[in-house]
């Protein structure tokens, strides 16, 4: 069973009974050792720390011209409750869970605080078994494309524009390139121009989405590589 679980995660873990912990709770380690420490609130500890760090490092890379308040802003909104619990629910996390039975009679499977520290602790578990690099690739695959849902909160579109508007006579176009998917659920697909070269292309639920996605990766392309 846990290996389904370790192949969504990209990641075998060598060491069984550290993945035990990382999925125990606190009311299962009570219950079942008499002894808090068999939880994974500490390994939880350690990986908040982890993937703090992980992502400050790519944001900080990925955007050269972001000030720190901004930065800030923008890895809160990545490593939020509600985006790792939506990242612990693709993986079907809760049904892996080790709950004590009250907990799990109340729904704790399902419980958002519950799925996002236990991906914390996952991460860490991962970062004890195999080093700083394994803890790091399930970060980079599974939290870190979440940056395109967080997109529209900010206006890459505003951004990109003022940065190419420091040269004169620059040309910035958006083309919408595909859509798919029902009507429910379209998926649109668009591309930015500059002086009519493709410089960044993105996808979203909507067109002004697609855009912004758009917008960001011409950002990173364009200004990514400036010290």
């Known amino acids: 069973m846990l290996s389904k679980l370790e192949a969504a995660l990209g990641y075998t873990y060598r060491n069984k009974d550290l993945v035990r912990t990382a999925l125990s709770h606190s009311s299962y380690a009570n219950e079942t050792y008499k002894d808090p420490l068999r939880s994974y609130e500490r390994l939880e500890f350690l990986g908040d720390s982890i993937l703090g760090f992980v992502t400050a490092d790519y944001l900080y890379h990925t955007f050269p011209t972001k000030l720190e308040g901004e930065l800030t802003r923008i890895r809160a909104e990545l490593v939020c409750e509600k985006n790792l619990a939506e990242v612990a629910e693709q993986l079907s996390l809760g049904q892996y869970l080790l709950l004590g039975n009250g907990e799990d009679q109340g729904g704790g499977r399902h419980r958002s605080g519950i799925l996002c520290d236990v991906m914390e602790s996952i991460i860490a578990a991962a970062y004890l078994d195999g080093g700083f690099e394994a803890a790091k690739g399930i970060v980079t695959r599974l939290i870190l494309p979440k940056l395109c849902q967080v997109v529209h909160t900010h ?24 859509e798919s998917g029902p009507d429910h659920n379209k998926q649109f697909s668009v591309r930015v121009l500059l002086n009519g070269e493709c410089v960044g292309e993105g996808s979203g639920t909507s067109k002004k989405r ?14 990514g590589e400036r010290k």
């Open 155 to 178: 206006d890459y579109k505003t951004e990109l524009q003022e940065l190419i508007q420091r040269k004169r006579d620059q040309v910035l176009t958006y083309e919408l390139v595909g």
């Open 210 to 223: 697609a855009e912004q996605s758009a917008a960001a990766q011409a950002i990173q392309k364009l200004f």
